[in-house]
């Protein structure tokens, strides 16, 4: 039976990765709806390719522009616009699957929503689960959704964990389960110069090509502390259980080490294709055009210990996810405010930690069980780090 899809995010880069494996198989998948908030023109070329029933942008303008591209190329698809026809085309009776691949906290209220009917998850959009790691867990155990960790390292997990595994790593001869960090372009970077950095360069991430907020976290290595909170609520890791080595090939995507002594690990050529084709694909692998790992040109798998000093975002990191709470919320909030200023050139590189670490300071409230209330705590975050950015620049 083909499986019918619903992209949010489908002009990003996980969104693009997603379409192209979905090109490879015609008589597997058919796209219901795909979401692109501001890029119309992007959105109306992959409209025309891939027909959707459904094209979801961010507001009216940008649907009476995409409305116009469709007309002039004759594609019959429906433009919709708006936060609640994102939710609307990811709990749509139809759709099967969603993958989840908008960027930043906007990703929740439709995945949570898609969540809540059941459908399978692709998820990308690993602030969901930073956010709101307890009630999404909970509302897909409730519906029976099935969610699918496309994010490369979790899914190098998911491949090579137990096939029963279920939620007690003990119980299943776990001894931990170990991210693998590319230590991003700044890993051997003077530290002297760090407050230099420009968006440029923060942005050329060695290894991976992806979107500019992921790009820059991986710099900071927040992006690591984001996915050891989303490893931690997926994988119902106890903190203690968590490890990060950085392994600047990006080769070997992660791996579980067990009690017996054994270290599994899933390797490829770094491209998103390739955990996308393996979730979208189960319980069978699919092609994903994909470039095979070549033995013969690999100088050689290296690792390091994270270092704290160098990467203080990931120590942040950490403190949220032992905090608990609403601590996550709030480490996310601040840094998707301190890493836009940083892209627009209103703080440094060194600020994104000092924003974030001046949020964790505050006060807040740890009882975020309710979608309701971690929206009032992003939004509470949002405000003090943009007005103590403010500060900072005055
Ligand atoms: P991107 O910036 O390339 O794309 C983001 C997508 O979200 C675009 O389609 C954009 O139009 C849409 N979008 C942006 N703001 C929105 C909003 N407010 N409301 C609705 N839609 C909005 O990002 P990306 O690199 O594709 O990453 C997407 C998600 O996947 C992120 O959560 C990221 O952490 C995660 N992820 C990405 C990669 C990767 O290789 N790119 C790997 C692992 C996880
Ligand atoms: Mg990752």
Redesign the pocket.
Known sequence: MKQTLTI????????VNTLDVIARHPEKFEVFAL?????VNKLAEQCRTFRPKFAVV?DEACAQELNACLKASNTATEVLFGQQA?IDVATAEEVTGVMA????A??LPPTLAAAEKGKTIYL????TLVVSGALFMETAAKSGAKVLP???EHNAIYQVLPEHYTDNPHEHGIQSIILTASGGPFLETDLNTFDNITPAQAIKHPN???????SV?SASMM?KG?ELIEAHWLFRCPPEKLEVVIHPQSVIHSMVRYLDGSVLAQMGTPD?RTPIAYCLGLPIRIDAGVKPLDFNTLNGLTFKTPDFNRFPCLKLAYQAMQACGNAPCVLNAANEIAVDAFLAEKIRFTDIARVVAHCLEQNFSNDGKSLESLLAQDTQTRAEATQFIAAMSR
Not at 101 to 104: L, M
Request: charged fraction near 20%; charge should be positive.
């Open positions: 949010l995010g489908a002009t990003g880069s996980i969104g979401a692109g908030h501001r890029q961010a994102l691949a908008i960027v930043g906007a990703g990308a959009n690993k602030e496309i994010d490369s991976w090509s992806m979107g500019k907020k992921i976290d992006n984001l998103m």
